[in-house]
Nanobody, 129 residues
Framework: QVQLVESGGGVVQTGGSLRLSCAAS????????MGWFRQAPGKEREGVSC???????????KYEDSVKGRFTISRDNAKNTVYLQMNSLKTEDTAVYYC???????????????????WGQGTQVTVSS
């Protein structure tokens, strides 16, 4: 039911920053775990980060090891928006980034293939050297 729209992608140099946004259409946004995923050319989709809904127990946030300390996920439930602040970008971060929402699966399982009741269209992030 929920629809997602990503924005904020672009082209930056190594070491630069970008802030991705994902706007959700539904009024029950706070009930969804929100994940950021990416897919580089020739590679499978991988989970980047995840933030739990307000009604899910456990740790609030998860990060893929390669982005820990560089990326920060956050959400503004009043605005139905989740963000991914990306700092110290590397060329290996180049990918199409997707936003995903799930009302049942917590971020403990966000890297499983079954996470994601809804997906956005993706936004391109290109990091040049």
């Amino acid at each position: 039911q929920v629809q997602l729209v990503e924005s904020g992608g672009g082209v930056v140099q190594t070491g630069g920053s970008l802030r991705l946004s994902c706007a959700a259409s539904g009024r029950t946004f706070s009930n969804y775990a929100m994940g950021w995923f990416r897919q580089a050319p020739g590679k499978e989709r991988e989970g980047v980060s995840c933030i739990n809904s307000i009604n899910m127990s456990g740790d609030d946030k998860k990060y893929e090891d390669s982005v820990k300390g560089r990326f920060t996920i956050s959400r503004d439930n009043a605005k139905n928006t989740v963000y991914l602040q990306m700092n110290s970008l590397k060329t290996e971060d180049t990918a199409v980034y997707y936003c995903s929402a799930d009302p049942l699966i917590s971020c403990v399982w966000y890297q499983e293939s079954h996470f994601g009741a809804a997906w956005g269209q993706g936004t391109q992030v290109t990091v040049s050297s």
